[in-house]
């Protein structure tokens, strides 16, 4: 025992000795937002342009914006929220911001909760009804005569879980308003965010968009040789770590939160083997950490029925069974939603699943020939049995599945 306080003693104090690596590590998370955006400055212009009538009061346009993730949409949206909040304040302006991401949120009653905060109202945390809530934020809204501008991030998240009543009571607010006005600032994820609202909904929300494209080698290169200084010590990093990070994050999406992150872990990663800079060779090392730990964040965050689709694909897969088609993926399906006691998707449905298990890169999905017996789709996995298994064994539900010998493999066996 004595022997295992040592070894955290030594490792405490190695730290609070003070690293040889970082300055300030926090300049490389995601939530930090630097003072200088590069390669962004066409669309700090426009979306600038678009809320500075809120600064003599007039109401702005809705806007909806577009990109994946990494591409500069919440850095840049806060960046101009938090200028414009600061201008408004020099000047006196009613102007009110509220910051909200969906994902976080994951109800509209959340959602309502924290714009009523924004207004010094109190709600609480749940007991209400959401109609109630949404009375109490407007009649706070007409009692503070502001212009407030409502920014909601990852708003597909919610769209895709809940339906878009959030966005259809928020577009249809205005009409109720007497003194203060709602702008909406909506971050999708998701291009083709705009096939799930409703028409009416669509018509009022985008008044005008905006698309972020990914960043390109060079961009992303610029992007961390600005934050370098910011979260290093002098001479610590490599031309060719920076290189490597922004080649690597390019090669996947053009995303910048990807090339931060590399960046952050190999820096991690020297400082814990006492090396006094970061070279490639802690990037690559950093590369597969970040990627088992994105596999196994996926793995936990899946809904219960695709992680059965992909529980179903992970018994063929060890079993002496070759084939795995999606009927035979359905029928072992059905079988352990059985056992588990909730009622089964579907086969339509649990196919769209495996599609989007596929897309995410959690299966591999092909269309083979059968002749003339016509076409279908074989379905393997897309990772590693030992990180499913070591998922699904912490999961209470699932884990005792893990090791399931179902019935339906039995009678294909015979």
């Not at 937002?33 to 500075?52: M, Q, S, T, Y």
């Not at 911001?97 to 969906?102: A, M, P, Q, R």
């Not at 070279?279 to 219960?304: F, G």
Request: one cysteine or more; hydrophobic letters at 40%.
């Amino acid at each position: 025992m004595n022997g295992q306080k040592d070894i955290l003693e030594s490792v405490f104090g190695n730290f609070l000795r003070g690293s040889t690596i970082f300055r300030d590590r926090e300049a490389l998370r995601h939530d930090y937002v630097p003072g200088n955006l590069p390669h962004r400055e066409e669309h700090i212009r426009c979306l600038g342009e678009v809320l500075a009538p809120a600064l003599k009061g007039s109401r702005c346009s809705n806007i909806l914006i577009y990109g994946k993730t990494g591409t500069g949409k919440t850095a840049v949206m806060k960046f101009v929220l938090s200028k414009l909040a600061q201008k408004a304040q020099e000047l006196g302006s009613p102007v009110k911001v509220c910051y909200v991401n969906c994902r976080l949120a994951g109800t509209e009653y959340r959602v309502f909760s924290s714009l009523c905060s924004t207004l010094d109202v109190k709600v609480p945390f749940t007991g209400l009804a959401l109609g109630e809530v949404f009375d109490r934020f407007k009649k706070a809204l007409d009692k503070k005569e502001v212009l407030i501008i409502i920014a909601l991030d990852e708003i597909d998240a919610i769209i895709k879980n809940r339906g878009d009543i959030l966005l259809y009571e928020l577009t249809r607010i205005n009409e109720s308003l007497q003194t203060s006005k709602v702008t909406i600032l909506g971050i999708s994820n998701d291009l083709r965010f705009k096939e799930l609202l409703d028409p009416r909904v669509l018509s009022s929300l985008s008044d005008e968009e905006m698309v972020f494209r990914p960043y390109n080698a060079d961009e992303l290169q610029d992007i961390l040789q600005g934050r370098e200084h910011l979260a290093f010590e002098d001479s610590v990093l490599t031309d060719g770590a920076i290189k490597l990070c922004a080649a690597l994050a390019a090669a996947e999406h053009g995303d910048a939160r990807r090339a931060l992150d590399l960046l952050r872990v190999a820096g991690e990663v020297a400082e814990r083997a006492g090396d006094v800079c970061v070279s490639e060779n802690h990037v690559r090392t950093a590369q597969k950490r970040i990627e088992y730990d994105r596999i196994v964040e996926t793995l936990k965050s899946l809904p219960t029925h695709s992680k059965l689709v992909l529980l179903s694909v992970y018994l063929f897969s060890k079993s002496d069974v070759s084939r795995s088609i999606t009927g035979d993926i359905y029928n072992l399906y059905c079988e352990l939603c059985h056992q588990l006691g909730i009622t089964a998707l579907t086969q339509r449905r649990v196919s769209g699943l495996i599609n989007e298990l596929d897309i995410i890169g959690l299966l591999n999905s092909r269309v083979i020939s059968l002749g003339r017996y016509g076409r279908t789709k074989k379905t393997s996995l897309g990772i590693s049995h030992r990180v499913i298994k070591e998922v699904f064994l912490e999961d209470v539900r699932l884990s005792a599945m893990v090791d399931y010998a179902p019935a339906y493999l039995a009678s294909i066996r015979r």
